[in-house]
């Protein structure tokens, strides 16, 4: 089912994540990725302020990353046990590609916040849905990571945020469905 990708509704209505533990090479190549990239940057934009970036973490620079999460980690929690670390480790090392989706908000602008915000999210989801269209699988994760400051720190800096780690590859089995809202309830007429 989720192979299916004749059609841009067969398209849209196949993605869906693959859990970033479970994402083998091969990922994108450069010039897939860009093309990911240049999609996810095609994102409505109150104001075309390009309120999010995106930061690749090459595969010799995971390491790299895992050492800046777990010290920002430690500082917070110094008596952080070996698993949690391992955890942390884990979470930078997997899969093959990694995109850091930045929230860049343009503090002058009239746009509000929640509205650069808002299209942060969405640019998101663009490049979960590109990387579909070229046969990959994607995960989009947060975890304690993205709400740390000096995480953050490594990429950007204030008021830019984290809003997610989207890791790419193949995934190493077939994904299956998960449940899916109930339309009755997340859809209605307005009755004025
Ligand atoms: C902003 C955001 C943050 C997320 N963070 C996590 C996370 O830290 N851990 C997790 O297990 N899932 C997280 N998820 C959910 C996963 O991406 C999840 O696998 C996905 O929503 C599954 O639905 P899908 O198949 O429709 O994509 C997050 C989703 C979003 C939108």
Redesign the pocket.
């Known amino acids: 089912m989720f192979n299916d990708r004749s059609t841009p509704l067969s398209l849209l209505s196949t993605r869906?994540?693959g859990?970033p533990r479970d994402l083998i090479a091969p990922g994108p190549d450069d010039a897939q990725l860009e093309q990911i990239l240049e999609i996810a940057a095609r994102t409505p934009d109150h104001g075309k302020l390009a309120p999010w970036r995106f930061v690749i973490v090459p595969a010799d620079k995971r390491a790299r990353l895992a050492e800046v999460i777990t010290a920002a980690y430690r500082a917070e929690r110094p008596q952080a046990a070996r698993l949690e670390i391992e955890a942390l480790e884990q979470f930078a090392t997997q899969a093959p590609t990694l995109v850091v989706v930045l929230s860049s908000p343009k503090v002058d602008s009239h746009i509000p916040l929640w509205e650069q915000q808002l299209s942060a999210?969405a640019a998101g989801m663009n490049l979960l849905h590109a990387a579909h269209a070229l046969g990959f699988a994607g995960?989009?994760?947060?975890?304690w990571a993205a709400y740390s400051d000096a995480v953050r720190d490594a990429f950007g800096a204030e008021p830019e945020r984290v809003?997610?780690f989207i890791f790419l590859g193949t995934p190493v089995k077939q994904l299956e469905e998960?449940p899916r809202p109930d339309l009755q309830k997340i859809i209605s007429n307005w009755q004025g």
């Open positions: 869906r994540s859990k999210g995960g989009w994760l947060t975890g809003a997610g998960r």
